[in-house]
C-alpha cells in the first residue's frame, strides 16, 4: 500500500466503549497528525508529534488519547465519547516539521458516530 | 498564521480554467501560501505551495501578486472530479494548517 491509510474507515461506538483508530503511512515520513473535522466545522488540528514525540496538543479533552510508537504508525484511542464527538477523524503526515518539508498528505479519514 | 479570505463557493463549466482567488492582506514575508482540496467524503489532497513565485505543476499554477497579498490558484481546464471544497491556507514554520470554511468550486457540465 502507499500513502496514509486508516482503519476503519467507519465506526459506530457507544458511549462506555474503548475503540481505538489507527493510521498507517508508508510515505517515510516523520511527523503525524490527528485532525477533527466536525460537520458544518473547518478541519481542528488535535495532536501532531514529530519523531514520535508528542509536540503539539490543542486542548483536546483527554477522553481522546494518541499513541505513536513509531513513525509509521498513529494512534487514537478513544473512551467514554460524547454524542459531539461525532466527526470525521483524519490522519496525516509530513516529511519533517517546518515549511520546506510539510506538505501534509493526508488519509481518507474514519467517520466516526457516537451514539 | 496570517488568515485568509475565501469566496464561499464558485462556479465553473467543465473544460473552462478555474481561477480560484484568495486574500491574504496580512501575510508575513516568511509565510507561505498552501492550497488543498477536499472532495465529498474523503481527506484534503495538498495541491501546490508558493512563497513570492508563481508555481506551477501537473494539477494546478499558484498565481501570487507581487505584495503577496493576494493569489489565485488556477486549475487550467476542469472536470467533474475538480467539484471540492478548496483551502487557502498561509502559515510559517510551525506545523498547524488551521483550515478555514474554504470555496465550494462546483464544476458544471
Known amino acids: 500500500e502507499t500513502g496514509v491509510t486508516q482503519t476503519p474507515r467507519h465506526l459506530v461506538m457507544g458511549m462506555t466503549n474503548k475503540k481505538s483508530l489507527k493510521c498507517e503511512q508508508h510515505?517515510?515520513?516523520?511527523?503525524m497528525y490527528w485532525y477533527k473535522q466536525s460537520a458544518k466545522k473547518p478541519l481542528e488540528l488535535m495532536f501532531v508529534y514529530s519523531l514520535e514525540e508528542r509536540v503539539e496538543n490543542n486542548s483536546v479533552p483527554s477522553r481522546f488519547s494518541p499513541e505513536c510508537p513509531n513513525s509509521s504508525h498513529l494512534f487514537l484511542h478513544l473512551h467514554t465519547l460524547q454524542p459531539e464527538d461525532s466527526a470525521l477523524y483524519l490522519c496525516?503526515?509530513?516529511?519533517?516539521?517546518?515549511?520546506?518539508?510539510?506538505?501534509?498528505?493526508f488519509g481518507p479519514g474514519t467517520r466516526l458516530t457516537v451514539l | 498564521d496570517a488568515k485568509t479570505t475565501q469566496p464561499p463557493s464558485m462556479d465553473c463549466a467543465e473544460g473552462r480554467a478555474a481561477n480560484l482567488p484568495c486574500n491574504h492582506s496580512t501575510i508575513s514575508g516568511n509565510e507561505y501560501v498552501y492550497w488543498y482540496r477536499q472532495i465529498h467524503s474523503q481527506g484534503p489532497q495538498y495541491i501546490i505551495h508558493g512563497l513570492k513565485n508563481n508555481e506551477t505543476n501537473e494539477m494546478a499554477s499558484l498565481i501570487i501578486t507581487e505584495d503577496r497579498k493576494s493569489s489565485t490558484l488556477i486549475l487550467p481546464h476542469a472536470t467533474l472530479r475538480d467539484t471540492a471544497v478548496y483551502y487557502c491556507i498561509v502559515r510559517v514554520w510551525d506545523d498547524k494548517i488551521i483550515f478555514g470554511k474554504g470555496t465550494r468550486l462546483h464544476i458544471l457540465p
Open positions: 496525516a503526515s509530513s516529511p519533517i516539521r517546518g515549511p520546506l518539508g510539510n506538505e501534509q498528505f
Open positions: 510515505l517515510g515520513h516523520n511527523a
